[in-house]
């Protein structure tokens, strides 16, 4: 009697298996052609992928040896080969991990040959994309300059504001501060300007290296108010 109960849980479990592979291979004819389509558009996929990560990496690597001789010849003053260099990545290798420098670097050629229309766009371009805190506190700096030179002192104060805030050393900060507060002064804003007087304040550099500047520039600050209060 149990022999004969272990021969029928014997069939059952038979019968499940091959109901069960006989179903998984019904499925399997069934749902061949979509089991295909799903696999040759992985394939096709991956070979996608695979081909743009290695243009990617191509990229990268001549748009790197483009930067590299961009910023030889900045260094060593070849300022024409440098533009050329510096044209090509913004032009071609936009893109990559060093195009967006292209914008920067011409900006900065330009701005210091003095031509500040050329400079500007570059300079603005670097603004939106650039990563470099040191490279957009620059950028920031150097739009400020360009203000200045239009009489666009609320501007900027406001551009020598934000490079302050990215500076990437104290004395730099304070510097850039100081620029800040004489915009706003020669624009007359009381507001930003005494913002701007409050921190320099409380920083214990300016009392030991530019207390006379921090002077000069809080009687200047006081002699403006009192003439705006007494109209």
């Known amino acids: 009697m149990l022999n004969k109960n272990n021969n029928e849980q014997k069939d059952i479990r038979n019968d499940f298996l091959l109901e069960l592979l006989y179903k ?47 910023m030889s010849y900045f260094k060593s003053g070849d300022i024409e080969l440098a533009l050329i260099e510096f044209n090509d990545l913004k032009l071609n290798f936009n893109s990559t991990r060093k195009g967006n420098l292209a914008d920067y670097f011409l900006g900065k050629i330009y701005f210091d040959e003095n031509k500040y229309n050329d400079a500007y766009p570059y300079l603005n371009n670097y603004l939106k994309k650039g990563k470099s805190d040191s490279y957009l506190s620059s950028s920031y700096s150097m739009l400020a300059i360009i203000s200045v030179r239009e009489g666009k002192f609320s501007e900027a104060g406001q551009k020598f504001s934000k490079a302050s805030n990215l500076a990437i050393s104290k004395p730099f900060k304070n510097r850039l501060l100081f620029q800040s507060l004489n915009a706003y002064l020669k ?9 701007i007087l409050d921190i320099l304040k409380s920083d214990d550099d300016i009392e030991k290296n530019h207390k006379n500047e921090y002077d000069r520039m809080f009687n200047y600050f006081k002699t403006l108010k009192k003439r705006n209060s007494n109209n």
Do not use: M
């Open 24 to 70: 998984l291979q019904n499925y399997y004819v069934e749902n061949k052609k979509i089991a295909n389509r799903i696999s040759i558009s992985i394939a096709c996929f991956l070979s996608i992928l695979l081909l743009f990560l290695y243009i990617n990496t191509n990229r990268n690597f001549e748009a790197d040896k483009i930067f590299t001789r961009g």
């Open 187 to 195: 624009s007359n804003d009381l507001i930003n300007s005494e913002e």
